[in-house]
């Protein structure tokens, strides 16, 4: 499954006003980075990851189709699995962008 280009554009356009933005294809999904730090991927398995204070995992994990980010079966603090539905409205993708932006946005720049 390739990233949803819809909810990319979505993305792009909750984007548009946050400087040092920039997109790349990674693992079937298109990530922002903000600063070189990635920030909020349009996940190439459907919906978004989202970078977060690794110490908020736990409370930003709702239940609602907001899950842990798994790698090679282990859950990760600091990054969360968004289900489309749970990125379904304008507001719930600035929600994510600004989470995601947040934390990126406070790590020391990548080059």
């Not at 991927?41 to 978004?48: H, I, V, Y």
């Amino acid at each position: 499954m390739a990233y949803d280009t819809d909810l990319a554009d979505r993305l792009r356009v909750e984007l548009q006003q946050v400087g040092g933005v920039t997109e790349k294809k990674m693992f079937g999904g298109l990530a922002f980075h903000v600063g070189g730090n990635m920030a909020v991927p349009a996940s190439g398995q459907g919906g978004l990851l989202v970078r977060c204070d690794p110490a908020d995992t736990d409370r930003q994990v709702t239940g609602d189709g907001v899950t842990r980010m798994e790698l090679r079966g282990r859950e990760m603090d600091g990054w969360l699995r968004v289900a489309a539905g749970a990125a379904s409205t304008d507001a719930a993708v600035q929600r994510w962008v600004d989470i995601g932006v947040g934390y990126a946005a406070g790590l020391p720049p990548k080059r």
